[in-house]
């Protein structure tokens, strides 16, 4: 973990923080991944995470997102210790996003269906829904691979397919990824 380095790329004056990490340490078997670590992140940062591969990186977003659990320490959004939160209730409560390192969509369903079954999710207003699904096709030029399974897209094409969600479907507080923000992760 020493060789994970934090950096932050935009700082505020504001100092309300949205994300904490207090003294967590995670062994995956007999190896400790994690050692007591700290991290903060205020409303409106943008916070990276540089290392070498396997240093521990993406654990540190999949314990954010709840995906894995601490041996020992907090994890606490906006004041709230969320070890107990399963990952469905932060992503409700605490409108966390993620694009995962890897996959992140739907690998049977072409993009448009990929688009509309996250649509379904999170707006109700048909119209509104339909819309949004419009302008992701338009702004992410996915036109001429919207009826093309996900799983015949280059690695590229399904990129855009999990950052259309993430930019649009709509996380509001937190970006997290190689780079943290406020609130959405990106782990890329
Ligand atoms: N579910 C798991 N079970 C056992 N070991 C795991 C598991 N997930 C990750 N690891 C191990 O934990 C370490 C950290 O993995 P992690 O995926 O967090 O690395 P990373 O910093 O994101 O690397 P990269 O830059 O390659 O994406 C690695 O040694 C990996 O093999
Ligand atoms: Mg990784």
Redesign the pocket.
């Known amino acids: 973990m020493s060789n994970?380095k934090k950096f932050r790329i935009k700082s505020f004056k504001e100092i309300t923080p949205i994300l904490e990490l207090e003294k967590i340490s995670l062994k995956?078997?007999r190896?400790q991944?994690l050692d007591n670590l700290n991290l903060k992140l205020n409303n409106g940062q943008i916070l990276g995470l540089l290392?070498?591969?396997?240093?521990?990186?993406?654990?540190?977003f999949?314990l954010i997102t709840g995906l894995?659990s601490p041996d020992f320490g907090s994890i606490i959004i906006d004041s709230k210790v969320v070890n107990q939160y399963p990952i469905y209730q932060r992503t409700l409560k605490f409108k966390i996003g993620f694009v995962p390192?890897y996959g992140g969509f739907f690998h049977d369903l072409t993009v448009y269906e990929n688009l509309k079954a996250i649509a379904e999710i999170t707006i109700d207003n048909l119209s509104y829904r339909n819309e949004k699904i419009d302008s992701l096709i338009s702004k992410f030029e996915l036109d001429p691979i919207r009826d093309i399974k996900a799983d015949f897209l280059s690695g590229g094409q399904k990129k855009k397919i999990s950052n259309s969600y993430f930019v649009n479907f709509k996380s509001k507080n937190f970006t997290i990824g190689r780079t943290i923000c406020s609130f959405r992760c990106y782990?890329n």
């Open positions: 994970v995956f078997g190896k991944i290392g070498p591969n396997g240093v521990g990186k993406s654990t540190i999949n894995i390192q782990d």
